[in-house]
């Protein structure tokens, strides 16, 4: 029975139910084929229902399973779906860190917003995952090894069976966590330089639009991708970098926020710069923002090798790109997101042009010290152990 007490309840993951699975699911060795198949979820997940009448009912952590949804819920033909990617660190110190989950919460509420479901207090996120790794943290994420991490997907869907066109009656919160490949493993094909190749969109295909959804993480952004990104994959690119408008704005790079560092052509000096998020077309990534804030505190002035660096968060063209690189200005360039991390870019095709990022220093070292401090917080060590980004998860249950 659900617990509230008023008409339209709050999420509140305090009062979770908990069921234990008895049928324990094997844990994928690193790099199994198991781990690569990104599908292999932990033995437990949270789930919460909502419905408009009243409100969200008890959040429940149970055994992991199927969904069971009738053929004409909402999200099966209305999109009603947006989620979260976010991961759960194994830190040097033995505890289980999330790294900024309100920034994840906020965003996971501006989505469901965008897509008429319902909203809750975001810090409810960060209690529910606490409570699902509370339970199966210390078998999926051994304590004595540290530098390990899961995914973890918070999703939301329009789950009611009215297949009239109408706001979502009901709906489904649900986390599932999932062993993922570590990105920083990946080594490079023998005698390639390691970084990204981009493909450039084609002018007749676009991601987001001004007054659309680009910022919001919903799944309707991603299934119309997939074609492109699969053409990109096929002729061996890894990502598409998604371009806009006539003059072709760079916005960002498959499920990555793109960064590029270049000499300023009017004024000649070094710019950090990406997309801005006024415009709503570009997904508002938290570690790119975290990038941003770390830039703007140490690297606008000397830090160690590393020049200086204005930050900027403005429109800029594939044009002015291609223009930088003609004139040796780029510096280097990097796209940033949760599942891949920091990622430096060595080459974008925009058309029958082949632009090499990788700059006269192949790698000015940017990209490598962000991601040295990033790793830090994330996996508390090198005196990060108590960094305000973190979320420390108490209370994990030994069995
Ligand atoms: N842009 C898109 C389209 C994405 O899907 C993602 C990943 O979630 C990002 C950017 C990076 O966002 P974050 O750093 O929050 O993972």
Redesign the pocket.
């Known amino acids: 029975m659900p617990s509230f007490t008023s008409a339209v309840a709050e999420l509140d993951a305090s009062v979770v139910k908990i069921t234990r699975s008895t049928n324990l699911r094997p844990v994928p060795a690193p790099g199994s084929p198991e781990e690569l198949s990104h599908s292999h979820c932990t033995d437990h997940m949270a789930t919460v229902r909502w419905t408009d009448a009243n409100g969200w009912e008890t959040p429940e952590v149970r055994p992991y399973e199927n969904l069971s949804i009738p053929p004409t819920a909402s999200c099966l033909h209305y999109a009603t779906e947006c989620f979260?990617?976010?991961k759960v660190y194994r830190g040097y110190d033995g505890k289980l860190r999330l790294f900024r989950p309100d920034?994840?919460g906020e965003?996971l509420v501006n989505s469901s917003q965008r897509t008429s479901l319902p909203g809750f207090r975001f810090e409810e996120l960060k209690r529910l995952i606490a409570k699902l790794m509370q339970i199966d943290g210390a078998r999926w994420l051994p304590k004595d090894q540290p530098g390990r991490f899961l995914y973890l997907r918070p999703t939301m869907i329009g789950n009611g069976p009215h297949l009239g066109v109408q706001t979502p009656k009901e709906a489904l919160l649900f986390v599932i966590a999932v062993p993922w490949p570590d990105p920083s493993k990946k080594v490079p094909e023998p005698g390639t330089k390691p970084g990204l190749k981009l493909l450039a969109s084609h002018p007749d295909t676009i991601?987001a639009w001004p007054g659309g959804f680009?910022y919001a993480?919903l799944g309707a952004?991603?299934g119309p991708s997939l074609q492109a990104h699969g053409q990109a994959l096929a002729v061996g690119f890894d990502q598409v970098l998604w371009l806009f408008g006539q003059d072709r704005q760079v916005t960002?790079a498959?499920?990555?926020?793109f960064f590029v560092i270049w000499e300023n052509k009017e004024t000649g000096k070094r710019e950090m710069v990406t997309a801005p998020l006024e415009n709503q077309l570009?997904?508002?990534?938290?570690?790119?923002?975290?990038v941003l804030e770390l830039s703007r505190a140490e690297l606008t002035r000397p830090c160690g090798d590393l020049a200086p660096v204005e930050v900027v968060e403005k429109s800029f063209t594939i044009g002015d790109v291609e223009q930088a690189w003609r004139e040796g200005r780029i510096v280097e360039s990097f796209v940033?997101?949760?599942?891949y991390f920091i990622t430096p870019v060595k080459l974008i095709r925009n058309g029958d042009v082949d632009i090499d990022m990788l700059g006269a220093a192949e790698n000015a070292g940017y990209a490598k010290q962000l991601k040295t401090w990033l790793e830090a917080i994330m996996f508390g060590k090198d005196g990060k152990e108590n960094h305000e980004w973190s979320y420390v998860i108490e209370g994990e249950s030994d069995k």
């Open positions: 979260e990617g976010m920034c994840n965003r991601r680009g993480k952004n991603y960002e498959g499920a990555s926020n570009i997904l508002p990534g938290v570690t790119r923002r975290s940033c997101g949760t599942a």
